[in-house]
C-alpha cells in the first residue's frame, strides 16, 4: 500500500474523542478511524437503515435499495475515490456509513413532516439529527451516551457539504458539546464522502426507477449523459437485449463519473497548493468536485430525475400517506403520552422545546414498518399504496 498524502486525515493526528478513553489493544489492533466504522456498523441506528425508505416506500419490495444497501454502496464508491487520492479510506468509509442515520422513516416523506410538527419548536433536520443520535441517542457504552465517535468523523458528519453558517438546533447543540469547527471546509474524506452520496444515488435510482416502471429506457436517453454511455454500452454488447444492459449501463456511468471526478480533484489539489489536512480546511472552497462539463451533465440528470422520479404522480401519492402516518404519530402522542413506549414516556420532558424534540427523536428512530405499526395501535386503521 502506498504512503498516504500530505492532506490525508491520520488517526494517529486525531483531536481525540468527547470522552477520554483508556488506550487498549484487546479489542483487536485497529487505529481512531477504524474503531469508528466499526461502532457504527454495530450500532442499533445503523441496523434500523435496512428497514427506511431510500426512493421507494416499499418495506416488502426486496430488490429495491433502502438507506442500508444505498449506504453500502456509498461507501464502496467512496473507498475507491478515497484510495485513488491517497486520503483515509477508513474515515471516508466511516463517513460514508454513517450519513444517513438522522433520516427518519420515509425518506423525505418523512422528515418534511417532522420538520412541520416542529416548526415552532426549531424544526427538524435529519444531518443535525445524525449527531444527535451517535453523540446522544445511542447506548452501547457503559460511562457515556452517544458512541464516542473521534472529532474528525463528527466534524465530517457536521459539515460534508461545506461550512455550516447557521446551524439548526440539534448540530449547535452538538458543536456547543464538542466543537466542530463549522465555519471552515471539512477533511478531504468528508468531501469525498458528500459526492460519493450523489453518484450511488444518481446511478442507482436510475436503476430502481426502471425495475419499478416509472422510468424507460427511452425517457432516459434524452439525458445526454446517459445516452453518451448507453452508446458504449450497446457498442460493446452489440446484439445484447436492452434489458440486460441496464446493470452495464449504471456501472459504466458510475466509472465515468468517478474518473472524471478524480482528474479534477487531482488538478484542484495541484492548483490550490494545499499541502496539510490544516491547508484543505483552510482553502476556503471544495476541493472534491466534478469537472465543468460533468458537473452541467450530472445537473441535467438530477434535473431529469426529480422531474420524471422523485416527483412521479405515484411517489408522491405515496409520500402524502407516509407524511400522514409521521404527522398522526406525532400528534397522537404529543395528546397521549401514554401511548408511548414507557421508556419514552417515563423521560418525556414537560416544558417545551424539549418535550416535542423529544417525542421527534422516537420517531426519527422508527423504520418504515415500524411507524406503521404503531400508527395502527395509536392512531387507527391506514390504507396503504401497493407495494407497501
Known amino acids: 500500500m502506498s504512503a498516504p498524502a500530505p492532506w490525508a486525515s491520520a488517526p494517529e493526528r486525531s483531536r481525540g474523542r468527547r470522552h ?17 466504522r466499526d461502532r457504527i456498523i454495530h450500532s ?9 425508505t431510500q426512493v421507494f416506500m416499499a418495506p416488502d419490495g426486496d430488490h429495491f435499495r433502502v438507506r442500508l444497501t444505498h449506504s453500502l454502496e456509498v461507501a464502496q464508491i467512496g473507498r475507491t475515490i478515497a484510495r485513488a487520492l491517497g486520503v483515509n479510506e477508513d474515515l471516508t468509509e466511516a463517513l460514508c456509513l454513517a450519513h444517513d442515520i438522522g433520516h ?45 465517535l473521534t472529532w474528525e468523523t463528527l466534524e465530517g458528519l457536521a459539515k460534508h457539504n461545506g461550512p455550516v453558517a447557521a446551524p439548526g438546533w440539534a448540530l449547535a ?9 463549522l465555519g471552515c471546509w471539512p477533511s478531504l474524506e468528508a468531501q469525498i464522502a458528500a459526492i460519493a452520496d450523489d453518484i450511488a444515488y444518481d446511478n442507482h435510482d436510475i436503476d430502481d426507477g426502471v425495475r419499478a416502471g416509472l422510468l424507460s429506457l427511452d425517457q432516459l436517453l434524452a439525458v445526454p449523459l446517459v445516452a453518451a454511455q448507453w452508446r458504449a454500452v450497446a457498442s460493446e454488447f452489440a446484439g445484447i437485449s436492452p434489458a440486460l444492459l441496464r446493470g452495464e449501463l449504471v456501472r459504466t456511468q458510475i466509472g465515468a463519473m468517478v474518473r472524471d471526478l478524480i482528474d479534477e480533484t487531482h488538478r484542484r489539489i495541484t492548483a490550490s497548493g494545499v499541502a496539510s489536512v490544516q491547508d484543505v480546511r483552510g482553502a476556503g472552497q471544495c476541493l472534491v468536485g466534478f469537472s465543468r462539463e460533468m458537473r452541467e451533465a450530472e445537473r441535467v440528470l438530477k434535473h431529469f430525475l426529480y422531474a420524471n422520479l422523485y416527483h412521479h404522480p405515484r411517489q408522491l401519492a405515496a409520500a402524502a400517506i407516509a407524511g400522514d402516518v409521521v404527522s398522526g404519530l406525532f400528534a397522537a402522542y404529543d395528546a397521549d403520552p401514554a401511548l408511548l413506549p414507557d421508556e419514552w414516556r417515563v423521560r418525556l420532558p414537560a416544558a417545551q422545546p424539549q418535550r416535542s424534540r423529544h417525542l421527534a427523536d422516537f420517531i426519527a428512530g422508527m423504520t418504515d414498518r415500524y411507524a406503521i405499526r404503531c400508527y395502527r395501535n395509536a392512531v387507527g386503521p391506514i390504507s396503504l399504496p401497493d407495494g407497501f
Do not use: C, V
Open 20 to 36: 477520554q478513553e483508556q488506550s487498549s489493544t484487546a479489542r483487536g489492533p485497529r487505529d481512531a478511524f477504524q474503531r469508528d
Open 44 to 52: 442499533i441506528s445503523f441496523r434500523r437503515l435496512r428497514h427506511k
Open 104 to 148: 427518519p422513516p420515509f425518506g423525505h416523506a418523512g422528515e418534511a413532516a417532522l420538520q412541520q410538527a416542529l416548526a415552532g419548536h426549531g424544526g427538524f433536520d435529519h444531518n443535525g439529527h445524525t449527531l444527535r443520535a451517535l453523540m446522544l441517542m445511542e447506548r452501547s457504552y457503559p460511562r457515556w451516551p452517544g458512541l464516542n
Open 173 to 181: 447543540e452538538a458543536d456547543a458539546d464538542f466543537p466542530l469547527d
